[in-house]
């Protein structure tokens, strides 16, 4: 079954860190590029940061300065390391896989990984 599986959510206090990962199950992420998304609740999905099959890095505006995304192809994950957070980064991130470009459009997406930040 061809699938993607973020992992690495929970809580985590102001000013903490967490590392999210997606791994992909059934295929290998070498030639593809990945982006990381997150949803708030009431909220539009928005773009965090993506990948290229090469490892160049895109951060959109969420990503706040404060987020890294980085590939691992022989372990076929790719890593999101979030710093920093605060109580606005809380949301559902989920990964999604693509061969065309670095925003989409995409073949795979995972269901996700809860991040709440909070005291």
């Known amino acids: 079954q061809l699938q993607l599986v973020e992992s690495g959510g929970g809580l985590v206090q102001p000013g903490g860190s967490l590392r999210l990962s997606c791994a992909a199950f059934?295929?290998?992420?070498?030639?593809?590029?990945i982006g990381w998304f997150r949803q708030a609740p009431e909220k539009e999905r928005e773009g965090v940061a993506c990948?290229?099959?090469?490892?160049?890095?895109n951060y959109a505006d969420a990503a706040g300065g404060r987020s890294t995304i980085s590939r691992d192809n022989a372990k076929n994950t790719v890593y999101l390391q979030m710093d920093s957070l605060k109580p606005e980064d809380t949301a559902v991130y989920s990964c999604?896989?693509?061969?065309?470009?670095?925003?989409?459009?995409?073949?795979?997406w995972g269901q996700g990984t809860q991040v709440n930040v909070s005291s």
């Open positions: 059934g295929f290998t992420l070498n030639d593809y590029y």
């Open positions: 999604r896989a693509g061969r065309k470009a670095c925003w989409g459009p995409y073949d795979y």
């Open positions: 990948v290229s099959p090469r490892g160049s890095p």
